[in-house]
């Protein structure tokens, strides 16, 4: 035993210890709060569990893409340009694919495949998708836990609405980057969710943690396939009175994506009021932005506590008082 | 009917039709003799039946190095500095699988990646090996008739015969690639040859070729795999009378790889010698080249008609003077 253990528990503690902060995460909105959160939380208090249900086998590969955005975000290389890969990118195999006719409509820049193809050679070895995912961060020194939500198949299929394609069921990727979500949606189903088991750490990430933020992510198609993995949602239950969510909606749209559409679509109201009505029962405290304040009195009308504050990550200055706001909801404690 | 048509048959034919040639393919030697035939004879007169057995499963890719090898080089694209590849490469997507501790001993370009790409793609798809082939092969333009001699799985595995690795079995390209080809050779097997049937047009292309030509290709691990899918070594014995062999062996040594080593551990006499008694079964005439000359006698011992000619493609004026040869051993017809 060293000198400085026998002096007992906790006595080279700080007087207020970081609270550990479990983020449930989709791709850009969560790498966004995740990185803000960072401003005040140091990074090996931060877990993210991601959504996979947007993964895809392409070209041989297996891409994830909230997982690689994520990681892609807080090593500081996320592609400016595009909003996902890498920076300083080239296209030259997606230059090749396009030559014999192949699927371009998935863009894969040269460095991003690297990251593809690792992870693919790791998976064939018998790796799984927690362990790659864990060596692909590292690689990045990104200094947060960051957990598939499942190393199981989880598949986003959404069933179209409209025209020659009205029930016909597509994948996530599909609707979102080849028909960039310009079509009408019917339902959204989670394939091989009955058989999705939480990775190793997630369950445990939920039960420990001191605060969850459900990320001001698409609630359809990022947080609900991660809550759709088997004991999830019941986990979140749980800890509901630990737990704020990020509306990913303001003023009644999205800031990016199409997370009010959808909403809209599947029959919810896509508002600040539908978002507490969607997070009410795993969440305690819903943030909405400012200009959202108007609708507070029926946010709280859906059982779950409002706080209003600038949630704009874009804007400067606003990520890291959301990050405190998030952290502390009621205001710092004495 | 057209009015060209009756003429009756073979009156727009030339007086001498340019001869079907078939050309037993390894990788760079054969992509040579490929390119100097093409110097007298149409493309579309010519086929080639290909190795897969250094085919490879890498990153969750299917690569065909001896496929891509005869094609980039016939579309005149092959990297010159590499000897394999596409010119004008990029590195990239290498660089992010080093970042990761990835695999990274196979070289692969990111325009070459393409190809994988899309070969991987088409392959889950459901398309056979055959199909995607041609497909890439038509996309450069390469004006023949590219064969993988199977569809199916065949991989040339590599015992060791020395030190603490002695016995054990690699892959080709582990021995060729990963180990430079720098270490003792005990035998040569080709996994899957038992199962592996010849793809649909590979025992026409012998039956009906006019010449048959077995490149100057390593013997061994080149050449022998391609003999060993069932059914094409007995249809090469059949038509043994329309084959011309070219040496690999010069002077003893091989122009480039491992044959002559190779031949030597795996028993053989590594010189002409060996290798018109490797293939005296299914070939009338082996062409030598004139620094060989004092061994023609010998290899006529052999059972096998030797031809002395120049046969270094590198030089100057050689490839197409080569390509005559080997299409009319016994010198022009009348």
Known sequence: MSEDQTRGPGANAPAHPAPSVTVIAGGVGAARMIAALLQVVPADRVTAIANVGDDLELHGLHISPDLDTITYTLAGEINPETGWGLRGESWQAMESVRRYGGIDWFGLGDRDIGTHLYRTQRMAEGAQLTNVTAEIATAWTVGIRLLPVTDDRLRTMVTLAEGDDAGREISFQEYFVQRRHDVAVRSVRFE??????????????????????????????????????????????????????VSPIVAGAALKGPAARLMEELGHEPSVVGVARWYAPIAATLVIDEADADLAESVAAEGIQPVVTRTIMSQPGVAASLARVVLEPNGPQP
Chains 1, 2 share one sequence.
Do not use: C, F, T
């Open 192 to 245: 091989g969710a009955d058989k999705a088991y939480p990775g190793p750490e997630v369950l445990a990430a939920v039960e420990n943690a001191d605060r969850i933020v459900i990320a001001p992510s698409n609630p359809a198609v990022s947080i609900d396939p991660v809550l759709a993995v088997r004991g999830v949602r019941q986990h979140l239950e749980a800890a509901r009175h630990r737990s704020v969510a």
